[in-house]
């Protein structure tokens, strides 16, 4: 098989990165330019902020990524494209890029989901990818559970039904006034906590099913801080230390939940690897937790570099390249979309 090199773009949410992949496991260059210092003002992403940033970024991220890799347009295999799911508006300027690029350069346009990048990112650097296995996802737009059998076959278990664990970690981060991203923010705090201080309830930790729910864990650390009822207020009245306590137990909750969801899920599936993306997936105490449980349960545990947990084109280089290797290509009528819907697979050999 010939080599396969792929420029890959990913414009879902807040991030604009480009990525040269060789072979689906070699990175030759990696950007990402990051909009967080846009954003944090607001808490949060804010999507027409986001949608402007893209615009103004994309092309020179793209010409930078090609100039460190050394390489010019007519070196390139195929240009693949995060297609969504994410924010329409931001989608639609990596996409546009993405078609331009294409016809103006004759290169074959390839679809790239965006969290079936996420769930394969674990073996963007490996020699052997771990398939099967179960995927966890985790980020600030997604939870999901997946079974990957081969970087083709990806299969959806279950999903958060309300916030993403990111999102849970954003919204506590602020109402604790530790900044955004509330991620690391929280992480960071934490360490100096009790996780077991405060009992945060374990959404569905027990039920039968792969979903998640973190609107009540969320619901009930702010009912701890201002009171039942109260949605808002400051936290001057907790001292720095209760404050590390609410965010280690509220990280602990969060983590169990996450930790036996995915074991429960490697049971079902009975898979011996666990492989975890995602901007969450850079959590110290998801990393440990996860580490534990796997090593106790007899799990081979698989963790994103932490340069490829957030958003990054490297990731959609690599899928892209499976895909284009497997004939799957996209014409110029491809569409960005906001939700969860599988592109096309490559048929099963009989």
Same mark, same amino acid.
């Given at each position: 098989?010939?080599?396969?090199?792929?420029?890959?773009?990913?414009?879902?949410?807040?991030?604009?990165?480009?990525?040269?992949?060789?072979?689906?496991?070699?990175?030759?260059?990696? +950007?990402?330019?990051?909009?967080?210092?846009?954003?944090?003002?607001?808490?949060?992403?804010?999507?027409?902020?986001?949608?402007?940033?893209?615009?103004?970024?994309?092309?020179?991220?793209?010409?930078?990524?090609?100039?460190?890799?050394?390489?010019?347009?007519?070196?390139?295999?195929?240009?693949?494209?995060?297609?969504?799911?994410?924010?329409?508006?931001?989608?639609?300027?990596?996409?546009?890029?993405?078609?331009?690029?294409?016809?103006?350069?004759?290169?074959?346009?390839?679809?790239?989901?965006?969290?079936?990048?996420?769930?394969?990112?674990?073996?963007?650097?490996?020699?052997?990818?771990?398939?099967?296995?179960?995927? +966890?996802?985790?980020?600030?737009?997604?939870?999901?559970?997946?079974?990957?059998?081969?970087?083709?076959?990806?299969?959806?278990?279950?999903?958060?039904?309300?916030?993403?664990?990111?999102?849970?970690?954003?919204?506590?981060?602020?109402?604790?006034?530790?900044?955004?991203?509330?991620?690391?923010?929280?992480?960071?705090?934490?360490?100096?906590? &009790?996780?077991?201080?405060?009992?945060?309830?374990?959404?569905?930790?027990?039920?039968?099913?792969?979903?998640?729910?973190?609107?009540?864990?969320?619901?009930?650390? +702010?009912? %701890?801080?201002?009171? %039942?009822?109260?949605?808002?207020?400051?936290?001057?009245?907790?001292?720095?230390?209760?404050?590390?306590?609410?965010?280690?137990?509220?990280?602990?909750?969060?983590?169990?939940?996450?930790?036996?969801?995915?074991?429960?899920?490697?049971?079902?599936?009975?898979?011996?690897?666990?492989?975890?993306?995602?901007?969450?997936?850079? &959590?110290?105490?998801?990393?440990?937790?996860?580490?534990?449980?796997?090593?106790?349960?007899?799990?081979?545990?698989?963790?994103?570099?932490?340069?490829?947990?957030?958003? &990054?084109?490297?990731?959609?280089?690599?899928?892209?390249?499976?895909?284009?290797?497997?004939? +799957?290509?996209?014409?110029?009528?491809?569409?960005?979309?906001?939700?969860?819907?599988?592109?096309?697979?490559?048929?099963?050999?009989?």
């Amino acid at each position: 098989m010939s080599s396969c090199t792929i420029l890959g773009i990913e414009t879902s949410c807040d991030e604009t990165s480009a990525a040269v992949v060789v072979d689906g496991r070699h990175v030759r260059a990696s +950007l990402v330019s990051s909009q967080v210092d846009l954003h944090a003002r607001y808490g949060g992403v804010v999507p027409e902020i986001a949608a402007r940033a893209h615009i103004e970024h994309v092309r020179p991220v793209i010409e930078e990524t090609l100039k460190q890799a050394s390489l010019r347009y007519q070196d390139l295999s195929a240009i693949a494209v995060a297609a969504g799911p994410g924010l329409v508006g931001s989608l639609l300027i990596g996409i546009t890029a993405a078609k331009t690029l294409a016809l103006a350069c004759d290169l074959p346009l390839v679809e790239v989901d965006h969290l079936e990048a996420h769930a394969t990112s674990a073996a963007l650097l490996s020699e052997t990818p771990p398939w099967p296995a179960i995927a +966890l996802v985790v980020s600030g737009g997604h939870t999901s559970l997946y079974l990957v059998r081969d970087f083709l076959d990806i299969g959806l278990l279950g999903q958060t039904t309300d916030d993403a664990a990111g999102e849970a970690f954003d919204k506590v981060a602020a109402l604790l006034e530790l900044g955004y991203p509330g991620g690391p923010a929280i992480d960071r705090v934490a360490r100096a906590g &009790n996780p077991a201080a405060i009992r945060f309830p374990r959404t569905w930790i027990d039920k039968p099913h792969f979903d998640f729910s973190f609107s009540g864990l969320k619901t009930a650390v +702010l009912y %701890h801080v201002h009171g %039942h009822g109260r949605k808002y207020g400051s936290v001057a009245h907790l001292a720095s230390a209760q404050i590390a306590d609410v965010a280690a137990s509220f990280q602990a909750a969060l983590v169990a939940t996450l930790v036996s969801k995915t074991l429960a899920a490697a049971r079902h599936a009975r898979v011996s690897d666990v492989v975890v993306g995602g901007g969450v997936a850079a &959590n110290s105490a998801l990393r440990a937790g996860l580490a534990g449980a796997c090593q106790k349960a007899g799990l081979r545990l698989h963790l994103t570099s932490l340069e490829y947990c957030t958003d &990054n084109a490297a990731m959609v280089a690599a899928l892209g390249c499976r895909r284009f290797q497997a004939g +799957l290509v996209s014409d110029l009528w491809l569409e960005a979309r906001a939700g969860l819907r599988r592109p096309a697979r490559a048929p099963r050999s009989r």
